[in-house]
């Protein structure tokens, strides 16, 4: 039987095998993700990373890396995130700083809700209010009537522009109608450590890494910028229910990958690293440096970046805050 030429052509097509990477697509992941995180070491973004990345290597089969590439506020490495390839092997572990230095800076290489894709809200804490022990005030009420009666000599430590401890304390600012002075540190880690030396006598830090500091006696701590109170230092007031009624201020930390990531990624990273922050050990550590587990949905990500956006808005129009 006498077969035309496109007859042997389709017999040799069907007849080759098809090779395997070709068949299916490759399974994600295939190798190792790096998670930026865009302040140092010591920070509690850095603390989150720290505690998940072995968690999420476990749950995933595959490592989890943190790479602390920080820099002007965080802003360094948000960028090398945003501009990473949308293929799940570059995320981020971020917190207030993401959207404040959109509102500080005349001009960021990012826009917080249009270049992420956010994947969940990992978990929240309270920040602490502390003080040097040579700070002559025992509570928020002292600190206050301090600031008034010295304008000028009270410094506070601060991460960075725009950062959590500077949101913060511009809050403890505005509602008490004080003027301490924020001094800048590059990251949570180098400000902590300004606060404990006495080079700066008043201090918000994450209470992750901060409380050994108060149970040394190395920081008085006046409270919690939470409305309730903290597992992690019993006793502590809240700020507000220590002297300044209305205050509140809770950091949050999300976890995004760049615009473009497939959302079958999106939904996969969510899963595993949710289901990380269950395992027990996770459960543990999280509990002793005072961060409450979220585990968002991504669409409750989304919303949560987009009314933080507008809710800062305000305090850092009032006070006045600008980074250049």
């Known amino acids: 039987m006498k077969r035309t030429g496109r007859g042997v052509l389709l017999c040799a097509l069907i007849a080759t095998p098809v090779p395997a990477a070709l068949a299916q697509p490759a399974k994600y992941p295939e190798r190792p993700i ?8 010591g920070g509690t973004v850095d603390v989150n990373a720290r505690i998940l ?17 920080a820099g002007a506020s965080g802003i360094i490495g948000t960028a090398a995130a945003a501009n990473a390839a949308p293929d ?3 995320l981020l572990l971020n917190t207030t700083p993401m959207v404040t230095n959109t509102l500080m800076y005349a001009k960021v ?24 022990p040579s700070v002559p005030a025992r509570s928020v009420r002292e600190l206050l009537q301090l600031a008034k009666a010295r304008p000028g000599t009270l410094n506070y430590a601060s991460a960075g522009v725009g950062t959590n401890p500077h949101i913060a304390g511009e809050l403890l600012n505005y509602l008490g109608k004080v003027n301490i002075q924020a001094v800048q540190f590059k990251g949570g880690g180098p ?20 409380v050994q500091f108060v149970q040394s006696g190395r920081l008085r701590a006046l409270g919690v910028t939470s409305l309730k109170p903290v597992a992690a230092l019993p006793g502590v007031p809240s700020i507000a229910e220590a ?11 999300v976890l995004a990958a ?9 939904l996969t990273l969510n899963d595993h690293f ?19 587990v979220v585990g968002s949905t991504p669409e409750q990500a989304a919303a949560t970046l987009a009314s933080e956006l507008k809710k800062w808005a305000t305090v850092i129009k009032e006070r006045g805050m600008r980074a250049d």
């Open 258 to 266: 760049p615009k473009g990531t497939p959302r079958e990624i999106i």
């Open 274 to 292: 949710r289901k990380a922050m269950s395992f027990p050990e996770t459960l543990r550590r999280f509990e002793v440096d005072g961060l409450d």
């Open 243 to 253: 002297g300044l009624p209305g205050y509140e201020f809770v950091a949050w930390f």
């Open 53 to 69: 990345a072995p968690a999420v290597s476990k749950s995933l089969g595959q490592q989890v890396v943190v790479d602390n590439r």
């Open 109 to 132: 290489p990012y826009n917080v809700l249009r270049d992420f894709e956010p994947i969940s809200i990992l978990s929240t804490t309270p920040s602490m209010l502390s003080v040097h």
């Open 34 to 41: 790096r998670l930026i995180s865009p302040f140092p070491p």
């Open 88 to 90: 799940g092997y570059t």
């Open 191 to 210: 400000a902590l450590v300004a606060a404990i030396s006495g080079e700066v006598g008043v201090a918000f830090s994450g209470v992750a890494g901060a």
